[in-house]
């Protein structure tokens, strides 16, 4: 089977600069980039254009990126009308003109493929209309690609004049299957839209596959979801391709995760090295009792490694089970009554080891709602009494906002005596007081008098 490459997509990197982006994305082990062209990553209309090209392909070229370019962005052309014009338009010649100029500039990236859809069909156009615009539109743009030696992939998208994979392939049949038209696959609108599942597509496909695009979703819903918050056999999908021999690029697409980009490009490719995460994820929601077997089994599975190379014992960020483990419990939340979730997290905890139990302390925050904080902070407490570090940072994170002020500052003072970073004590500058600083002193003080050294942490604590 052929082994899969793996992208993600510029348009879930929207807060950060282009440079910033690509780097992030190769330092996380991807194998290529979804390119969206846009103002602020490679403006297609720039007057730099061709400085901008040259240097963004030098930057993927060290970095090791494969990249195809998508043309979805929001406002590129119209700044009032989303999308807009589209190939379906009265005015579609900008549209058309756009694709053109998306083909050379793949070209000049070395790129093979360039990625686009058909635009949603106006009320005051019929079907037909609609569909001999597509054909006219791209028939155009498909000059221009084998000129340029480009792929085209026509991507069927929910809602629009070209929704489905029986459409696209109507489009490419009406121009006669010419060689450069192929098809890109977003697997999470199979589970939209399809009557077939995203690896029977993939299977129907074929050779004419040229991009596909990777996320959840749910039946009958257009929102793209991280894997295993939906209801996509990630697992079954991904052999699919491995299975017909696709050689593309497979890019997560999820455009509305920006705010949180590289912590939801991290999971993604972990899940995608690891589909065992989107399995057990739809198994929760599906029969919530199999977080008792799911939840033990994390770390066998993902592995116990940092979240961040620069925090190693993951006391500040956590670690890659932890992280894995909050996600598997808000699933659950998803599926449960507020008394199941109470008594499933807290038998979690008791029973578990010393990394479930961090596990349940580091998705509290997740499950912030006053039907579990009395549950939790009991938790809390349980672990502020145990001499485990991992335990002692994960209880000073974000939940412990709900600890009274005085065992919130003992918790302070229980990572200065183990040796807890205080960087790993959320709202720490906010809420120290000067009772905290007074016990901080008295600790420093007894420190001194048994010829110890005084913490770092404890000493800056003072002088703020």
């Known amino acids: 089977m052929t082994a899969l490459r793996f992208g993600y997509g510029t348009n879930g990197f929207t807060n950060h600069r282009l440079d910033d982006a690509l780097r992030l994305i190769a330092d996380l082990g991807y194998d290529g980039v979804a390119l969206t062209l846009d103002h602020h990553h490679l403006d297609p209309f720039a007057d730099d254009l061709t400085e901008q090209v040259r240097r963004v392909r030098g930057v993927l070229q060290r970095l090791e990126l494969s990249v195809v370019v998508e043309t979805g962005a929001r406002y590129l052309l119209d700044p009032h009308v989303k999308h807009h014009p589209t190939l379906v338009s009265d005015d579609s010649e900008r549209r058309v003109d756009f694709l053109r100029r998306a083909v050379r500039i793949a070209a000049d990236l070395g790129s093979d493929v360039v990625s686009f859809w058909s635009g949603i069909r106006p009320s005051d156009v019929d079907e037909s209309t609609a569909f001999q615009r597509v054909v006219e539109g791209t028939s155009q743009v498909v000059e221009e690609a084998a000129r340029c030696g480009v792929l085209l992939g026509l991507e069927p998208e929910p809602g629009m004049a070209v929704d489905t994979v029986d459409a696209a392939l109507a489009v490419r049949a009406r121009l006669g299957d010419p060689e450069p038209l192929g098809i890109t696959l977003d697997v999470g609108h199979c589970v939209a839209v399809e009557r077939d599942t995203a690896a029977d597509c993939v299977r129907r496909l074929r050779n004419r596959l040229v991009h596909v695009q990777l996320d959840d979703m749910?039946?009958?819903?257009?929102?793209?979801?991280?894997?295993?918050?939906?209801?996509?056999?990630?697992?079954?999908?991904?052999?699919?391709?491995?299975?017909?021999?696709?050689?593309?690029?497979?890019?997560?697409?999820?455009?509305?995760?920006?705010?949180?980009?590289?912590?939801?490009?991290?999971?993604?490719?972990?899940?995608?090295?690891?589909?065992?995460?989107?399995?057990?994820?739809?198994?929760?929601?599906?029969?919530?009792?199999?977080?008792?077997?799911?939840?033990?089994?994390?770390?066998?599975?993902?592995?116990?490694?940092?979240?961040?190379?620069?925090?190693?014992?993951?006391?500040?960020?956590?670690?890659?089970?932890?992280?894995?483990?909050?996600?598997?419990?808000?699933?659950?939340?998803?599926?449960?009554?507020?008394?199941?979730?109470?008594?499933?997290?807290?038998?979690?905890?008791?029973?578990?080891?010393?990394?479930?139990?961090?596990?349940?302390?580091?998705?509290?925050?997740?499950?912030?709602?006053?039907?579990?904080?009395?549950?939790?902070?009991?938790?809390?407490?349980?672990?502020?009494?145990?001499?485990?570090?991992?335990?002692?940072?994960?209880?000073?994170?974000?939940?412990?906002?709900?600890?009274?002020?005085?065992?919130?500052?003992?918790?302070?003072?229980?990572?200065?005596?183990?040796?807890?970073?205080?960087?790993?004590?959320?709202?720490?500058?906010?809420?120290?007081?000067?009772?905290?600083?007074?016990?901080?002193?008295?600790?420093?003080?007894?420190?001194?008098?048994?010829?110890?050294?005084?913490?770092?942490?404890?000493?800056?604590?003072?002088?703020?």
């Open 218 to 464: 749910r039946r009958g819903v257009h929102e793209h979801l991280e894997f295993g918050d939906g209801e996509l056999d990630l697992a079954g999908t991904l052999d699919a391709l491995a299975e017909v021999g696709f050689t593309g690029l497979a890019a997560v697409e999820l455009p509305r995760h920006g705010h949180a980009a590289p912590q939801v490009a991290r999971r993604a490719i972990d899940t995608l090295r690891c589909p065992w995460v989107a399995e057990a994820l739809a198994a929760v929601r599906r029969e919530p009792a199999s977080i008792a077997t799911s939840f033990p089994a994390v770390g066998r599975h993902v592995g116990r490694g940092p979240v961040e190379v620069d925090d190693p014992d993951g006391l500040v960020h956590g670690t890659v089970d932890d992280q894995v483990r909050g996600r598997l419990l808000r699933a659950l939340a998803d599926g449960v009554a507020p008394a199941g979730l109470t008594e499933e997290m807290t038998a979690l905890y008791r029973y578990g080891d010393d990394a479930e139990r961090r596990g349940v302390l580091r998705a509290l925050p997740g499950l912030d709602r006053p039907s579990l904080i009395a549950a939790g902070l009991e938790l809390v407490r349980d672990a502020l009494r145990t001499n485990d570090i991992r335990l002692v940072a994960a209880a000073m994170g974000p939940f412990a906002r709900h600890l009274d002020d005085h065992t919130w500052r003992h918790g302070v003072l229980k990572c200065l005596f183990t040796g807890v970073p205080l960087t790993a004590v959320a709202g720490l500058r906010r809420r120290a007081d000067d009772e905290l600083r007074r016990m901080v002193a008295d600790f420093a003080a007894e420190r001194r008098a048994a010829g110890r050294a005084v913490p770092d942490d404890a000493l800056a604590l003072l002088e703020a």
